[in-house]
C-alpha cells in the first residue's frame, strides 16, 4: 500500500525559500513510478508544480515555476523533496504529493491523474 506523508508547509515572506518534504512508503524511489508535487490555492484548479520520473531522475516543471523549484529524491531516505525559491504569492496555496506507477514525471504533471496522494501541507506566502 502507497503512502505519502508531506511535511514542510509554513508561512513565508515573497522572495523567501522553503523546502516540503514527502515520506514515500509501499514502493522504492528507484521503481518505475512517477512522483510529484501539486497545488491548489483557493478557488482554483490543482496543478502540477513539479515532477520526478524515479527510475532515471528526469523532471518537469511547468513555466510557473522553472527557474525556481527544484524536485529530488533520496531514495536511502524514501523522501521525495520540492526546494522553492523566490516564492510568490501565487505560490501560496495546499501542497500535496502525489506518486503514480508506470508513468513519467510530465505526464503526470500535465495530466494530474493519480491514484495515490499525501493528505498536503499548507503554505502561506505573506509579508
Known amino acids: 500500500q502507497v503512502q505519502l506523508v508531506e511535511s514542510g508547509g509554513d508561512l513565508v515572506q515573497p522572495g523567501g525559500s522553503l523546502r516540503l518534504s514527502c515520506a514515500v512508503s509501499?514502493?522504492?524511489?528507484?521503481?518505475?513510478?512517477?512522483i510529484g508535487w501539486f497545488r491548489q490555492a483557493p478557488g482554483k484548479d490543482r496543478e502540477g508544480v513539479a515532477c520526478?520520473?524515479?527510475?532515471?531522475?528526469?523532471?518537469y516543471y511547468p513555466t510557473s515555476t522553472e527557474g525556481r523549484f527544484t524536485i529530488s529524491k533520496d531514495n536511502a531516505r524514501s523522501t521525495v523533496y520540492l526546494q522553492m525559491n523566490d516564492l510568490k504569492p501565487e505560490d501560496a496555496g495546499d501542497y500535496y504529493c502525489?506518486?503514480?506507477?508506470?508513468?513519467?514525471?510530465?505526464?503526470?504533471?500535465?495530466?494530474?491523474?493519480?491514484?495515490?496522494w499525501g493528505q498536503g501541507t499548507q503554505v502561506t506566502i505573506s509579508s
Open positions: 502525489a506518486a503514480e506507477p508506470s508513468t513519467n514525471a510530465k505526464f503526470l504533471c500535465v495530466i494530474g491523474y493519480s491514484t495515490n
Open positions: 509501499g514502493f522504492a524511489l528507484d521503481d518505475y513510478y512517477a
Open positions: 520526478i520520473s524515479a527510475v532515471d531522475g528526469l523532471t
